[in-house]
C-alpha cells in the first residue's frame, strides 16, 4: 500500500486503503458446489465541508488513484453545496495512532479443506445414511484497513474470521424435509478453529441428535410464554434487540431508545456492553481497537443493570447528541462510507446454572438456536427459531417445529429473572445495515417471557 | 478500462495455463449516490469498481476467484492460484460452462444527470416536511448506476451488457412525542426518472404516510384464524420462497416439495408469476452464461419448469432453463377497496419479520407496518402481532388478486388475498 494522504483545505477529512479476502468452500452431498476466493480492494476518501459529507473510491491503491479518489471525495462535499448553505459541523477531533494485526495459525491447505469436507461427508453417509442431504461449508473473511485523518489519526486495523457450518436435511414424520445447522465460528482462519475430523464427528453427532428429536417434533403453543434463551440466542438478542435501537443513528431517527437515558428498561441482572476489542483480558473476535474515523474505540455500556446508559456513536452522531465518540464508524468495503455499527455485543453473565433455570419451569420452552433476526426502532424483534423444545415439569420434553420469537425488548428484558453463569461468543453471519458488516455476538442463558409464533 | 480486452486476454491466459474449459467475466460499475440522513441531504458518494471473475475446469475439477487488482502480473498469479486449487478439487461430470450463447443487452440511462437527481432528493425531502412532519427518514436519497459487463466462455458464450438505472429508496421511523413507529421503507429502480414526482415513485408518498398513521399501534386481543391481504412490499417473500424450492440449492440436496411437480397446479389458478428479466437495471442473462429469454413460471397456477442452473441440471438431471432475476405477478380482477371489504377480521401485510420458512414451508412471522381489518374495514397499525402458516400451502390459499399493483422497477406485484392464516 502507498502512503495515504487525506484531502487538504476541509474541515475534515479521512483517506483508506482496504483489501478484503474471502473463501468460501460448499459440499453437498458429496459435491464441491461452491470453490471459491476472491480479493477486493482499493482506495476510498471521505471530506466533511461546510456541513456535507463527499466520498468515493476506486479499486486501486497507487498514487495517482489516492489522490483521484481524494480529488474527487472533496468535489463531492462541494457539490451537495446545491441543496443550500449550512454551517460547519462541529465533530470530536480526538486522534489515534497504532496498527493492530492478527498472528495466527499458518491458513489451511487447500488439500486439506478438500479432503476434510470429503471426509465428513464420508462420515455422514457411512453414520447417518437416513439424511436426506449433509452439506458442509468452509469460509473464511480478512480485511486489512490503512487509515489516515486529517486530524492526526494513523493506522492498521485487522478483522480475521473463519467459520464451517454442518447442515443436516432428514425427514419427518410425515416425509416433509427437516433440517438443522451448527456454526463453529472464530477468530483467525480456518486452522485457527482447531478443526479435526474427530472434533467434527462430535458436533455432528449432537445436530444429529436433535435433528432426531427434530423429526418428531410438535407445534410450539402461540402466545406470550415462560422460555429459558441458549447462550446462542441471547447473544443475537442483544444484537437485535437492543444493540440496533443503541446505535446513534438510529436514536437521531427516532428510536424509542433516545427518550430512555437513565430509566429502567430491563432487569436488575441484566447489564449489555458493546465491547470494543477485548473482554475479561482477551482479545474478542472482531477486535476494533480504533473505527475508520480514527476514533479510539472504547466499551459502551448500553444497559447497566438494568438501566439504560450510552449510546454506540460515530464523530458526527456524537456531535449530534453531544456525547463522546466511541468508535463505532466502520464500512465494510472500501468503496463503503463508515456508519454506526457494533462490534462485539453481550449480555453479561450472571450467577444462575442453566440447569436449575430449565428446572424453575413449570410449563415453557428452552430456545436453543436462531437462524436469523431483525431489529426495529421500538425495540420490537424477531428471531427465526430452528430448535427449541418444550420445558414441562422443569424438564426437558418433544422437541419444537420451527417458530419465531417477538417481543419488545423492553418489556422483555424487564421479566428476565434468571442470568446463567456461562458465556458463548460466535461471529458467524453478517448484520446488515445498507452495507452488511462482520460483528460478534455474546451472551449467557437467560429466563423470561417472550410471545412464541405458533397456532 | 477496456473490459473487452481484459476479458479476452485473460480467457487466453487461463487456456494456456492448461484449463479444459473456462469462463471469464469482467465488469465496471460507476455509481453516483445521494444520501439522505435524517431528514437532510448529507453525502454524495462515487464509487468506480471493476472486477474480474474466473471459473475454470480441468479435468472435472473446478475453482472459481474475483479479483479487483486488475494488473497483469496479479491476474497472472491469480490464474496459478485458481488452476492449482481446481487440481486439487474433487472432479465432477457436471461442471461445464455454458457453449453459444451471444447477446448484447443495453437499456436505460448510461451517464448520471447529477441535477436531476439532486431535484429528485430535493423533492422528498419537501414532500417529506410539507405532507408527512411526523415522518424521519433516517436513511435514504437517490443514486445513478451504469454497469458493464463482458461474459465469454471457452466453448464460444459471448454476452455483454450496458445497463444504466436511477433507484430511490427511503427508510425512517414516524416519531410524536415518546412515541415511535415501526421502520419501514421501500425503493426501487426505474429508467425514467424524470416526469414523475419523487413520492409517486415505488410508493414512497404512501409508505411516509402509511408510517405517520403507524405511530400508535393496537393489537389483537385473541388468537384467531383469519386472513391477510399480502402488500406488494411483502409478496417477495413468498417468492423468495418458491425460487429457492425450485433452485440448485433444494433440488441438489433433495429437498425440493417441488422437484416433481412440474405441469401440476402448486397455487390458485388466480395465480400467474411472469419473469421480469429485462426490467430497469437488469439483463436477461444468467451468471453461469445463458441468455435467459422469458418465463410464464406459473400459469394459472401451474408450476411450467424448474430452474436448476446448469451445473445443477446436469448434477441432477432436471431439464435446464435459465433464470436471470426479476419478476412480476399478473393483477388480478379485484379492486382492492373491494379485497378489503370481503375480510371480516384479519390485516392488511405491509412487511413480514420471521426468520427462513422450515424446508417443509412451515413459518411464522411478525407483521409490522401493517394495520388491522375489522368488518371489511382497514382500522388501526397493529403491533406485537404473529401469523403462522406455511408457504405451499399459501400459494394455494389465495383468493384474490388486486387489479392495482405497484411496480418497484425489477419487480412488480399486485396485492394478494390470502386466507386461513393463524394470527397470535
Known amino acids: 500500500m502507498n502512503t495515504l494522504k487525506t484531502p487538504a483545505g476541509v474541515d475534515y477529512s479521512e483517506a483508506r486503503q482496504h483489501e478484503v479476502r474471502k473463501t468460501r468452500m460448499v459440499m453437498m452431498d458429496g459435491n464441491l458446489t461452491a470453490n471459491t476466493q476472491t480479493v477486493e480492494g482499493g482506495s476510498s476518501a471521505r471530506v466533511l465541508n461546510n456541513g456535507y459529507w463527499g466520498f468515493a473510491s476506486i479499486p486501486a491503491v497507487d498514487n495517482a488513484s489516492t489522490e483521484k479518489v481524494a480529488k474527487k471525495a472533496k468535489e463531492n462535499a462541494e457539490a451537495m453545496g446545491g441543496f443550500g448553505a449550512r454551517n460547519k459541523l462541529e465533530i470530536p477531533s480526538d486522534s489515534y495512532q497504532g496498527e493492530h494485526g492478527f498472528n495466527g495459525k499458518p491458513p489451511m491447505g487447500q488439500k486439506e479443506c478438500v479432503d476434510l469436507l470429503a471426509e465428513l461427508n464420508s462420515l455422514c453417509e457411512k453414520k447417518y445414511p437416513e439424511l436426506r442431504s449433509s452439506i458442509f461449508m468452509f469460509q473464511e473473511e480478512s480485511h486489512a484497513k490503512r487509515y489516515a485523518t486529517s486530524n492526526g489519526s494513523l493506522g492498521l486495523n485487522s478483522i480475521h474470521r473463519a467459520t464451517c457450518y454442518l447442515f443436516l436435511i432428514a425427514e419427518d414424520q410425515h416425509g416433509q424435509p427437516v433440517e438443522l445447522m451448527q456454526a463453529i465460528s472464530g477468530k483467525g482462519n480456518l486452522n485457527d478453529l482447531n478443526l479435526t475430523l474427530s472434533g467434527l464427528e462430535a458436533e455432528l453427532e449432537e445436530l444429529h441428535g436433535h435433528l432426531q428429536a427434530k423429526r418428531f417434533a410438535v407445534p410450539a403453543r402461540g402466545g406470550e410464554q415462560a422460555v429459558v434463551i441458549s447462550p446462542e440466542l441471547a447473544g443475537m438478542l442483544a444484537h437485535e434487540a437492543m444493540g440496533h435501537p443503541c446505535e446513534a443513528d438510529l436514536v437521531l431517527g427516532g428510536a424509542v431508545t433516545g427518550n430512555l437515558v437513565g430509566k429502567p428498561v430491563a432487569s436488575e441482572l441484566i447489564t449489555m456492553v458493546d465491547f470494543a476489542h477485548s473482554y475479561r483480558g482477551e482479545e474478542l473476535m472482531i477486535p476494533v481497537y480504533a473505527d475508520d474515523e480514527g476514533t479510539e474505540s472504547r466499551d459502551v455500556v448500553m444497559i447497566d443493570s438494568g438501566i439504560m446508559k450510552d449510546f454506540m456513536t460515530s464523530r458526527e452522531t456524537a456531535a449530534k447528541l453531544g456525547i463522546a465518540s466511541s468508535g463505532n464508524a466502520r464500512a465494510y468495503g472500501f468503496n463503503d462510507e463508515p456508519l454506526v455499527r457494533m462490534r462485539n455485543t453481550a449480555i453479561l453473565p450472571g450467577t444462575s446454572k442453566l440447569e436449575d433455570m430449565i428446572a424453575g419451569i413449570e410449563d415453557g420452552y428452552y430456545l436453543m438456536k436462531t437462524g436469523n433476526g431483525q431489529a426495529d426502532s ?55 445495515k445498507k452495507q452488511p458488516m462482520v460483528v460478534s455476538t455474546g451472551g449467557p442463558a437467560i429466563r423470561g417471557r417472550v410471545h412464541l409464533g405458533g397456532q | 478500462m477496456k473490459i473487452n480486452s481484459i476479458a479476452e486476454t485473460a480467457l487466453s491466459q487461463m487456456l494456456s495455463a492448461g484449463f479444459d474449459e473456462v469462463q471469464v467475466t469482467a465488469s465496471i460499475t460507476e455509481q453516483d449516490e445521494l444520501n439522505i440522513a435524517h431528514n437532510e441531504a448529507s453525502l454524495l458518494r462515487s464509487t468506480e469498481d471493476y472486477s474480474l471473475s474466473l471459473l475454470g475446469i480441468v479435468d472435472g475439477r473446478k475453482a472459481t476467484t474475483a479479483v479487483t487488482d486488475l494488473e497483469s502480473d496479479a491476474v497472472a498469479e491469480s490464474i496459478k492460484q485458481l488452476y492449482e486449487r481446481a487440481q486439487l478439487a474433487p472432479q465432477d461430470d457436471a461442471n461445464r460452462v455454458s457453449a453459444d450463447q451471444t447477446g448484447h443487452f443495453e437499456q436505460g440511462p448510461l451517464q448520471c444527470d447529477l441535477s436531476l437527481l439532486t431535484a429528485k432528493v430535493k423533492e422528498l425531502l419537501e414532500y417529506r416536511q410539507n405532507e408527512t412532519p411526523l415522518m424521519n427518514i433516517d436513511e435514504g436519497g437517490g443514486s445513478h448506476a451504469r454497469s458493464q459487463e463482458v461474459l465469454l466462455t471457452s466453448r464460444g458464450s459471448r454476452i455483454t451488457s450496458d445497463i444504466g438505472c436511477y433507484e430511490m429508496m427511503v427508510m425512517g421511523t414516524a416519531t410524536e412525542g415518546d412515541q415511535s413507529s415501526s421502520f419501514n421503507y421501500t425503493g426501487g429502480t426505474t429508467n425514467h426518472l424524470s416526469g414523475t414526482h419523487a413520492a409517486e415513485l415505488f410508493g414512497i408518498g404512501t409508505l411516509l404516510e402509511e408510517t405517520q398513521r403507524q405511530i400508535h399501534t393496537r393489537s389483537f386481543e385473541d388468537k384467531f384464524q383469519g386472513s391477510i391481504i399480502l402488500a406488494p412490499t411483502a409478496v417477495m417473500d413468498l417468492l423468495d420462497w418458491l425460487l429457492g424450492q425450485i433452485g440448485d440449492g433444494a433440488l441438489i440436496s433433495n429437498s425440493s416439495l417441488f422437484a416433481d411437480q412440474v405441469g401440476n397446479v402448486i397455487a390458485s389458478p388466480e395465480l400467474s408469476i411472469r419473469s421480469r428479466f429485462d426490467g430497469p437495471g437488469r439483463a436477461a442473462y444468467t451468471a453461469d452464461g445463458f441468455v435467459a429469454p422469458p418465463l410464464g413460471l406459473v400459469q394459472a397456477g401451474k408450476l411450467t419448469t424448474l430452474t436448476p442452473s446448469y451445473y445443477g441440471s446436469r448434477k441432477t438431471g432436471i431439464n435446464h432453463r435459465p433464470c436471470a432475476s426479476g419478476w412480476m405477478i399478473d393483477p388480478g380482477e379485484t379492486a382492492l377497496a373491494d379485497m378489503i371489504s370481503d375480510i371480516k377480521k384479519g390485516a392488511m401485510v405491509n412487511r413480514l419479520s420471521m426468520g427462513s420458512p422450515g424446508p417443509n414451508g412451515d413459518f411464522s412471522g411478525v407483521i409490522k407496518n401493517s394495520f388491522m381489518i375489522e368488518n371489511g374495514q382497514l382500522t388501526d397499525a397493529l403491533s406485537e402481532t404473529m401469523i403462522a402458516g406455511n408457504m405451499a400451502v399459501m400459494l394455494r390459499d389465495i383468493s384474490r388478486i388486486s387489479s392495482e399493483h405497484l411496480d418497484l422497477g425489477s419487480q412488480d406485484f399486485p396485492w394478494l388475498t390470502i386466507d386461513n392464516l393463524h394470527f397470535s
Open chain 1, 378 to 432: 421500538t425495540t420490537e424483534f424477531m428471531f427465526g427459531i430452528d430448535l427449541a423444545y418444550e420445558i414441562k415439569n422443569g424438564k426437558l420434553g418433544n422437541a419444537v417445529s420451527d417458530t419465531t420469537v417477538s417481543g419488545t425488548a423492553i418489556n422483555m428484558l424487564k421479566t428476565v429473572d434468571a442470568v446463567s453463569d456461562d458465556m458463548y461468543w460466535e461471529c458467524n453471519g453478517y448484520c446488515g
